[in-house]
Each structure stands twice: as structure tokens, then as C-alpha cells.
């Protein structure tokens, strides 16, 4: 799922670029490749406690995207709903 949804954060990216808008598109990369990065690291640890404290890093990330997304949103340059 966060495969997926970092796909769709880097399609944002690529848009905001496209816009030269980018200390947004700087903004949004880095907690999306955090968000995997970390999920990714953390699964390969062999103890549960490392792997919990990696996903609580990914989970920061993923509300940061949220918030980032939010402010794109009020702006009008995003939409809340994906287009097709």
C-alpha cells in the first residue's frame, strides 16, 4: 500500500515540478521516500522493537504527506479526488 501511495505523492511531484513549484515538490519527495525507506529498513531488522520504531518514523512521514497534500489542496493545485 505505500508502494501505491508513494506513487501517487511522486505523480503530485512531477505535476508540482511541471509548475516550477519547487520547495513543494522538495517538500513532498522527502517524507514519501522516508515513508518506504523506513517501512522497507524496519522490516529487515530482526527485532520487533527496531521494526516498531521504524514504523513509527514511517507513520510521521505518512502525516506529514497528509499535511503537505492538505496545504497543495487549499491552494487549488491539487484536487481531493484522483483524476482519471
Known sequence: MAIEIAKELFEIVDKLE????????DQLRGPGLSMLNNISEG???GYKKTFFRYLDIARSSTFENANITIVLQRRG???????E
Not at 77 to 83: A, G, Q, R, S, T
Open 77 to 83: 493545485i491539487i484536487k481531493k479526488e484522483k483524476e
Open 18 to 25: 511541471r509548475m516550477k513549484l519547487y520547495r513543494f515538490a
Open 43 to 45: 522490516s529487515g531488522s
